[in-house]
């Protein structure tokens, strides 16, 4: 799969073109729409499905070091969620510059402070995963590249050893699209 073939996947599914318009216009830092929002639509469109089968909600990373307080994500998940309430789907808004904050007390261990977006996305559970899209740009970040992606393979991150957490999160894809390997 190129590039331009992804984008054009990923914008079948008419609420990932939304939000990559919406987001753009509020100016966040390293902005990038993720995760879920935009390998699912693709297995989705394998399997023959909608784009939006299944999608539980829309990822959103940004990137603000300037104030690490809840308040101040707070008000960015305000701003996106007042942008996009006509769309109706769940969006999960998330500052990396804080996730090192909570993220022992919601997942146990350990996990770096991040100095970019795109070290959130190199730490995803599943290699293929590690997709997003900067609203501001269009850039496709794909560091591990789309084969895996669009083979349905599902391999642990070196980044982000977690045996444990990679093994639901995998189940759950492979029960949900039955096509997909996952690899050890």
Not at 36 to 64: A, E, H, M
Request: one cysteine or more.
């Amino acid at each position: 799969m190129t590039e331009l073939d992804f984008h054009a996947c990923v914008l079948a599914n008419r609420f990932n073109k939304e939000l990559l318009e919406r987001l753009s216009a509020l100016g966040l830092n390293q902005c990038y729409l993720t995760a879920g929002c935009l390998f699912q639509t693709i297995w989705n469109l394998r399997s023959g499905r909608t784009p939006d089968w299944g999608i539980k909600d829309y990822d959103v990373f940004y990137f603000d070091d300037r104030d690490l307080s809840w308040e101040a994500e707070n008000r960015v998940i305000q701003q996106v969620s007042e942008k996009a309430a006509d769309l109706n789907v769940q969006i999960e808004i998330k500052n990396q510059a804080r996730v090192h904050l909570w993220y022992r007390q919601r997942f146990g261990g350990t996990y770096p402070q991040l100095n970019s977006t795109r070290s959130g996305i190199n730490r995803y559970l599943i290699s293929c995963t590690c997709v997003g899209i900067d609203v501001r740009t269009g850039e496709l970040y794909a560091p591990n590249g789309l084969d895996d992606l669009t083979s349905g393979l599902l391999r642990p991150n070196p980044l982000n050893p977690n045996p444990d957490l990679f093994q639901q999160k995998a189940d759950s894809y492979q029960q949900r699209w039955p096509w997909l390997e996952i690899v050890r």
